[in-house]
Each structure stands twice: as structure tokens, then as C-alpha cells.
């Protein structure tokens, strides 16, 4: 069985990957994300980020599959990374607010370095309106739920969803790990998470 390691530190990415019974271990990429310029196509940044967080780990664990991911929320020209504070954070959400925008998560998966380097990387969209809140509401979303160490500032997940009226595509993706783009390319790199299936539910 081919090592799985997850180039992440994102709690939500280890719980959606644990969805399957594949083995697998989390090591976060020591890459500098504030060391790549955005320039205005936000599926190019995103892939570049998720290419490099693979390529930082990839000397270190040769026989190993690598699969990283980045992130980033989009909305008329401006890119939504990981807010720096939490004031950036409410910033965020105000921006967002009543609007739609768009989720971009970039994934890699790499075995190898040099000539011996296998990578494949795709990108998912997924479309999200949010309700129009009102300065209560979102001072209570902000207050509630800790948006500093997400894309956009905001969270789908549990409670959160209060904050969404809409998406179009995958609800997983908004989350960090879009499970079919997953599966395409861990498929393509010999591992079929159709057979790795496990349930939590009572037998």
C-alpha cells in the first residue's frame, strides 16, 4: 500500500479525507504562501500554491503520494485569502454580504522528484450567495464562529451554513477538499477511493 500523506494542517481536509478508510498521515508544507504574487487569475494562484505545497515535501518523502490543496474565495476581481486578524475577518463578511462569489479549490497529488516525478493537478468551482445579514447577524456570526484560518474569512460547515443562501456545485469543495476531484486524481495515481469507502453508521 502507497503512503498517503496530506500536505495540510487544515482540520476540515483530514476530516473530509477520513470519509475513506485509506491510511493516511498529515504533514503540514512548510512552503511560504505570501511568497507567490496573485495576478489576477485566481484557478492559475491556486494551483501554483497547491503544486508547491506538494513540491515542499516531495524530497523528504520520495515513495510517498502527496496530495495538497489551496483554497482561495473570488469575487469581482479580488481574491479572499486567510484573513491576517479577525478585524480582516469581519471585513470579509461585509464584502461578501447579500453577494454572490465564487470558491476555488486547486489539489495535487505528486509521487517522486526528478525524473522519476509523477503530478497530476485539477481545479473545482463551486458558486455561493450569501444572505443578506444584517449588522446583528453578522456580528454574531463573526463573534461565534473563527474565520481567521479560513479562505474568505467564513466557515460552510455546522452552524455557519446560517450565513449561506445558495451554492452551485460541490458543497465539499467550500470546505477545502472536493471529494470527486479528489477521487479523479488519486485515481489517476492508482488509488480508487470507491474502494476505500467507510461509514460511521451502526451495522
Known amino acids: 500500500m502507497v503512503p498517503l500523506i496530506l500536505a495540510s494542517q487544515s482540520p476540515r481536509r483530514r476530516e473530509i479525507l477520513s470519509f475513506f478508510s485509506y491510511p493516511f498521515t498529515t504533514i503540514a508544507s512548510s512552503f511560504d504562501e505570501l511568497s507567490i504574487p496573485f495576478t489576477g487569475d485566481p484557478i492559475a494562484y491556486a494551483k501554483i500554491l497547491a503544486e508547491s505545497k506538494a513540491a515542499s515535501l516531495a524530497e523528504r518523502f520520495p515513495e510517498a503520494l502527496l496530495l495538497s490543496a ?77 474565520g481567521t484560518d479560513k479562505a474568505g474569512g467564513y466557515g460552510i ?27 479523479q486524481l488519486l485515481a489517476e495515481m492508482g488509488i480508487d477511493l470507491w474502494y476505500y469507502l467507510a461509514s460511521s453508521q451502526p451495522s
Not at 473570488?74 to 478585524?87: I, S, T, V
Not at 449561506?164 to 465539499?172: D, L, Q, T
Open 70 to 146: 489551496d483554497t482561495v474565495v473570488f469575487k469581482e476581481g479580488r481574491l479572499f485569502n486567510k484573513p491576517a486578524d479577525e478585524k480582516e475577518a469581519f471585513s470579509m463578511l461585509s464584502e461578501l454580504n447579500g453577494s454572490w462569489h465564487s470558491v476555488f479549490t486547486a489539489m495535487t497529488v505528486q509521487r517522486g522528484v526528478g525524473a522519476l516525478q509523477r503530478r497530476v493537478t485539477a481545479y473545482e468551482e463551486t458558486r455561493v450567495l450569501f444572505h443578506q445579514l444584517s449588522p446583528r447577524e453578522l456580528a454574531l456570526y463573526h463573534k461565534t464562529f473563527d
Open 157 to 183: 460547515q455546522q452552524g455557519g451554513a446560517l450565513i449561506v443562501k445558495k451554492i452551485e456545485g460541490c458543497f465539499y469543495n467550500v470546505m477545502g477538499l472536493p471529494l470527486a476531484t479528489c477521487r
